[in-house]
């Protein structure tokens, strides 16, 4: 926000609540049956909804059959009536929408399909350090109160900055905003409804208002400008732009901040709006759904993200671990998105790809921990003894294992050199002896090959909380090397950019970034070439 202006995209990992997709479900289906018994007696309603796409009957309003009803059945009042109980399903379903990661015996559960509204329990009673989380309703509210007091606190030091440049430039004392009230008393607009205290994120500038007192949500008259007429006080201005707003605000401590924080009368969309504001965008808040939930129906999944656009989220795409979750998803939304495939290891996605699962033009990620680490064949006595070695030995050095760090032979890429592509390095060193990359010995399929082949987009992500300094840096400059194979780039989700002090490989962990993916992910088989069949 402070470099570009706007918030980057957020990775969200969701839960749905079972009941609450069940209620959403019911209302869609009574639609359904009263629109089809509606078309068995009109030509022309029958027409229109076979002109209709399947998926979208579901979630498209179908407001466009109303001018085929009759007026004096009250039928369009009951198309009404369906519309708008949808709508308010599918908003309590969003906001109890669950963001949380889940633990391993959590996330085996939800595959099965079975007792779902017990394992979503467990999970919304899990320890947030332990994969637990916290509701979408209240994630937004506080990212809403954390923007507010970040840019209320830029404001109090230009406007302190203000004030003491014009007392040491004009020795005359300046008008307080009390005495200009007075002076010129402006026209402010009356509260409308409750929608209003949403649109403003500054604090009250009424002197008698206490800590000690409930606190309540600030509305235009709190913040409407001296001198300045209504219109202007409805157009949305940017707290920067504005000199007068900045003298005039009060500074906010962090006990009324907390307090209004803890207020849960705020739904989604007043947040939604005032972060509209706060940002001075119309989409201030980009958002790739990783979805854990499993078994929901696409047609649920299409109101929740027409839902978030229309809110004013960039819905920027949807991923899962099982691409049948998801695939045309786009069918069921109002505009398209971007599908997201993801996979443990580099041999999930070459498995993937002879199982027909994977189409041209795809997306998928995999973890970049799996460029280092491949699942190791019966064959490969040196690897076994390795390990026993680590174990039976008197001293480990973490520094010596880690400068030990080569790519697998599958990681090899032809890099680009003045556009064209150059011939493939036949040395397993790439870079200086500092800071090179190795690679393991051995001929094999390669993952550009797959990528070449069926024409998909490949990203890395890593497990933040496993991998150590010296692989991180390793899979920076391997990426930046191959751009052109690593399209989407390594995402990271660590705290300002760095990797957690202190992770270092031990006896028998590795710190790679694959984590316990690495038992969960499938071996790739350097025999096995793209176009060859298993």
Request: aromatic residues 10%; proline residues 4%.
């Amino acid at each position: 926000l402070e470099y570009f202006g706007k918030v980057p995209t957020l990775e969200w990992d969701v839960f749905l609540d079972p009941h609450l997709v069940q209620r959403v479900e019911v209302v869609l289906e009574a639609r359904d049956e009263f629109l089809r018994g509606l078309a068995s007696t009109s030509p022309r309603i029958d027409m229109f909804l076979k002109s209709k796409r399947e998926e979208r009957r579901y979630t498209d309003k179908m407001d466009g059959i109303a001018k085929y009803m009759r007026n004096d059945g009250g039928e369009k009042k009951i198309l009404h009536f369906y519309n708008t109980e949808i709508e308010k399903r599918v908003l309590l379903l969003l906001e109890h929408m669950l963001i949380a990661h889940g633990n391993i015996s959590q996330l085996a559960l939800e595959q099965t399909g079975c007792l779902k509204q017990y394992n979503f329990s467990r999970v919304k009673h899990t320890r947030r350090t332990l994969g637990g989380g916290i509701f979408a309703k209240h994630w937004i509210m506080m990212y809403t109160e954390a923007l507010k007091m970040s840019t209320e606190m830029d404001e109090d030091v230009c406007s302190d900055d203000d004030i003491s440049t014009s007392d040491s430039s004009n020795h005359s004392p300046v008008s307080s905003a009390a005495s200009s009230v007075q002076s010129s008393p402006s026209k402010s607009p009356k509260r409308k409804d409750s929608e209003d205290f949403a649109l403003s994120f500054l604090p009250s500038t009424d002197e008698t208002d206490s800590l000690l007192d409930i606190p309540r949500f600030p509305s235009r008259d709190d913040f409407c400008v001296p001198n300045l007429s209504s219109d202007d006080c409805n157009k949305p201005q940017s707290p920067k732009s504005s000199p007068n707003l900045k003298n005039t605000m009060k500074p906010s401590t962090s006990f009324h901040d907390l307090a209004m924080a803890a207020i849960s009368s705020s739904s989604i969309v007043e947040c939604m709006a005032t972060l509209k504001r706060i940002m001075a965008c119309d989409a201030p808040l980009g958002l790739v759904l990783d979805i854990k939930s499993r078994h929901v129906p696409k047609r649920v999944w299409g109101l929740i993200l027409d839902a978030l656009r229309d809110m004013g989220a960039r819905v920027e795409g949807i991923g899962t671990f099982a691409a049948h979750d998801i695939r045309d998803i786009s069918k069921y939304c109002a505009a398209p998105l971007k599908e997201m495939i993801f996979y443990h290891c580099a041999g999930d996605l070459q498995q993937a790809c002879h199982d027909g699962l994977i189409r041209r033009g795809d997306s998928v990620f995999f973890n970049a921990g799996s460029l280092f680490w491949n699942y190791p064949a019966r064959k490969d006595k040196d690897l076994f003894l390795k390990v026993i070695g680590n174990a039976m030995s008197w001293r480990f050095d973490a520094e010596e294992v880690k400068k030990e760090y080569k790519f697998q032979p599958y990681a090899k890429a032809q890099a680009l050199s003045a556009g064209k592509r150059a011939p493939m390095q036949q040395s397993t060193r790439q870079g200086n002896d500092d800071d090179c990359i190795r690679y393991f010995e051995g001929r094999s399929s390669t993952i550009q090959q797959y990528k070449e082949h069926f024409d998909f987009s490949i990203g890395l992500y890593v497990q933040e909380f496993a991998i150590d300094e010296r692989s991180m840096d390793l899979l920076v400059k391997y990426v930046n090397m191959h751009p052109h194979v690593y399209d989407l780039g390594l995402s990271w989700g660590g705290v300002n950019g760095v990797t957690v002090r202190g992770i270092q490989p031990g006896r028998f962990t590795n710190t790679d970034g694959l984590w316990n993916q690495r038992y969960i992910g499938v071996r790739w088989d350097g025999d096995l070439y793209p176009g060859r069949m298993q």
